[in-house]
């Protein structure tokens, strides 16, 4: 069992707006603002995507933001495409752990 | 730029040895931490370790102590992530990916390899 909850799978029609939710505890999401999110396409290197709950590293879309309230983080993707589909995980610094934790994935699909 | 290099995919007998490897370029190799991840088929990420090339200092998640042993070349900017005696639950991809964060305790990952698929079967 992950460190950190999401949900197993989120899904949106191209242009909509969608957001995922990680959820942690008092550890971790809810001490720190070092969340971090990852997109996972298959055959490719992970790509970080959100650092710090907040910061977008250089070359990232514009239309993936992060925010976080208490002890639940979110990622939103605004204006989906076709080429967010990909697998999505969040991690955070966890003061119970020797480095971050991860989430267990959410499973992106665009109808 | 910043790559990450991954050696390609093997294919063990449980009991063997491996050694799979991870070559960094476009940055100071000895600066930055670099980290392993599993992903086993179907499961999450999971942190197994990570190593400062520049000291050699090493950290090791609970669940991997012992079991993997991590290092690097610092010669040749590379990291690597060894077993040496598989089993089959060890099947699964594995990461290498630069980490970063706080001085001292990395969390996070900016630059990732593509990963190196093991697959252990008898």
């Known amino acids: 069992q992950s460190a950190l909850t999401q949900p197993a799978s989120v899904s949106g029609s191209p242009g909509q707006s969608i957001t995922i939710s990680c959820t942690g505890t008092s550890s971790d999401v809810g001490r720190y603002n070092y969340v971090s999110w990852y997109q996972l396409h298959p055959g490719k290197a992970p790509k970080l995507m959100i650092y710090d709950v907040t910061n977008r590293p250089s070359g990232v879309s514009n239309r993936f933001s992060g925010s976080k309230s208490g002890n639940t983080a979110s990622l939103t993707i605004s204006g989906l495409q076709a080429e967010d589909e990909a697998d999505y995980y969040c991690s955070s610094y966890s003061s119970s752990s020797t480095f971050g934790v991860f989430g267990g994935g959410t499973k992106l699909t665009v109808l | 730029e910043v790559q990450l290099v991954q050696s390609g995919a093997e294919v063990k007998k449980p009991g063997e040895s491996l050694r799979i490897s991870c070559e960094a370029s476009?940055?100071?190799?000895?600066?930055?931490?670099v980290g392993w991840v599993r992903q086993m088929p179907g499961k999450g990420l999971e942190w197994m370790g990570i190593i400062y090339p520049g000291d050699s200092d090493t950290r090791y998640s609970p669940s991997f102590q012992g079991q993997v042993t991590i290092s690097a070349d610092k010669s040749i900017s590379s990291a690597y992530l060894q077993w040496s005696s598989l089993k089959a639950s060890d099947t699964a991809m594995y990461y290498c990916?630069?980490?970063?964060?706080?001085?001292?305790?990395?969390?996070?990952?900016?630059?990732w390899g593509r990963g190196t698929l093991v697959t252990v079967s008898s």
């Open positions: 476009g940055y100071r190799f000895t600066s930055y931490w």
């Open positions: 990916a630069r980490a970063v964060g706080m001085i001292g305790a990395p969390y996070y990952f900016d630059y």
